[in-house]
């Protein structure tokens, strides 16, 4: 049984690179135009499979053209897809990107099939999640799906990580179900209602993330960092920010997404949460100097010789 469980989405990414952002009703000339494969859940998985994790991908896939591609990339990566659904009445799911000259990007999803996984496919993999160390969630697929996921996890005592992302109100069930939260800045304050900007203002958001039932919050705050803070048994807070690898960044379309898959593969080996950290960092420093989602996830070696060269 794989030791990792990352339970999300898979998409086709459709990218399209510009000068600048696009305001509202402008229309800008852009560059290349790319399609790769892409989704937050699948990001996670190739991220994590690339990094050294023994990794299962649970993920709802149309019968199309892209779902097949899709599955094919997994299996290549070596991740395992014995639970990967393949749903015959919707399409697969699909990204639309647009990045611009200094990396920064705009997102649109059409979920499809993403939108189909369910508790009974869960269910279905029950032996798989209840014999994994680290289960890993994002919000591309149904909340309920995602309740219920962390509901399985934390009955077998795994550890529960979620990438809030997309932003979206959670029901407060999920919250003390979770062993660590990983919103970034915005996400953050979607949850919580605090702006943060800086240490003091991470540390409030925390904070109420920790009241809702959470021990561990990691809040991604792209080039200041990341912001940990942990509640241990006996209430008391652990603070410490940990400051980003300086590189130029291209694309950081999924430089979340390989945090979270390289964190979940640091865990799972035993790793020092602090440790775990600076690892997942290594990782995503390197993705957003390459263009695109799954393809800019680095393999192990190239991580562990970025972090070393760069300590």
Same mark, same amino acid.
């Given at each position: 049984?794989?030791?990792?469980?990352?339970?999300?989405?898979?998409?086709?990414?459709?990218?399209?690179?510009?000068?600048?952002?696009?305001?509202?009703?402008?229309?800008?000339?852009?560059?290349?135009?790319?399609?790769?494969?892409?989704?937050?859940?699948?990001?996670?998985?190739?991220?994590?499979?690339?990094?050294?994790?023994?990794?299962?991908?649970?993920?709802?896939?149309?019968?199309?053209?892209?779902?097949?591609?899709?599955?094919?990339?997994?299996? /290549?990566?070596?991740?395992?897809?014995?639970?990967?659904?393949?749903?015959?009445?919707?399409?697969?799911?699909?990204?639309?990107?647009?990045?611009?000259?200094?990396?920064?990007?705009?997102?649109?999803?059409?979920?499809?099939?993403?939108?189909?996984?369910?508790?009974?496919?869960? /269910?279905?993999?029950?032996?798989?999640?209840?014999?994994?160390?680290?289960?890993?969630?994002?919000?591309?697929?149904?909340?309920?799906?995602?309740?219920?996921?962390?509901?399985?996890?934390?009955?077998?005592?795994?550890?529960?990580?979620?990438?809030?992302?997309?932003?979206?109100?959670?029901?407060?069930?999920?919250?003390?179900?979770?062993?660590?939260?990983?919103?970034?800045?915005?996400?953050?304050?979607?949850?919580?209602?605090?702006?943060?900007?800086?240490?003091?203002?991470?540390?409030?958001?925390?904070?109420?993330?920790?009241?809702?039932?959470?021990?561990?919050?990691?809040?991604?705050?792209?080039?200041?960092?990341?912001?940990?803070?942990?509640?241990?048994?006996?209430?008391?807070?652990?603070?410490?920010?940990?400051?980003?690898?300086?590189?130029?960044?291209?694309?950081?379309?999924?430089?979340?997404?390989?945090?979270?898959?390289?964190?979940?593969?640091?865990?799972?080996?035993?790793?020092?949460?602090?440790?775990?950290?600076?690892?997942?960092?290594?990782?995503?420093?390197?993705?957003?100097?390459?263009?695109?989602?799954?393809?800019?996830?680095?393999?192990?070696?190239?991580?562990?010789?970025?972090?070393?060269?760069?300590?």
């Amino acid at each position: 049984m794989s030791k990792l469980v990352v339970i999300g989405s898979s998409n086709t990414d459709m990218i399209i690179q510009v000068p600048e952002l696009p305001r509202p009703g402008e229309t800008v000339l852009g560059g290349a135009f790319n399609t790769a494969p892409g989704g937050k859940g699948a990001n996670q998985a190739v991220a994590a499979a690339r990094a050294g994790g023994d990794v299962s991908l649970i993920a709802c896939v149309g019968k199309d053209m892209f779902g097949e591609e899709a599955l094919v990339g997994f299996a /290549d990566a070596g991740i395992n897809t014995q639970h990967c659904v393949i749903d015959e009445d919707a399409p697969s799911g699909i990204a639309q990107i647009v990045v611009s000259s200094s990396g920064e990007n705009s997102i649109a999803v059409a979920s499809g099939a993403n939108a189909r996984l369910s508790p009974r496919h869960l /269910d279905a993999a029950r032996p798989l999640i209840s014999a994994a160390t680290v289960m890993v969630l994002q919000l591309e697929t149904p909340v309920v799906t995602v309740v219920h996921a962390a509901q399985l996890a934390a009955q077998a005592n795994s550890v529960v990580i979620l990438n809030p992302a997309p932003a979206q109100a959670l029901p407060d069930e999920l919250y003390p179900l979770l062993s660590l939260i990983t919103p970034n800045e915005t996400e953050a304050e979607l949850l919580t209602d605090v702006a943060v900007h800086d240490e003091a203002s991470a540390a409030q958001a925390a904070d109420v993330l920790h009241k809702r039932g959470v021990d561990t919050v990691m809040i991604t705050r792209g080039r200041q960092g990341v912001f940990l803070s942990q509640r241990d048994a006996s209430g008391e807070t652990r603070r410490q920010q940990f400051p980003a690898f300086e590189v130029t960044a291209i694309d950081t379309t999924a430089a979340g997404d390989v945090f979270n898959g390289c964190l979940a593969v640091a865990l799972t080996e035993g790793q020092q949460i602090d440790e775990a950290i600076r690892f997942a960092q290594g990782a995503a420093a390197i993705s957003v100097q390459t263009l695109g989602a799954q393809t800019s996830a680095p393999e192990r070696h190239v991580i562990v010789d970025f972090i070393s060269s760069n300590s």
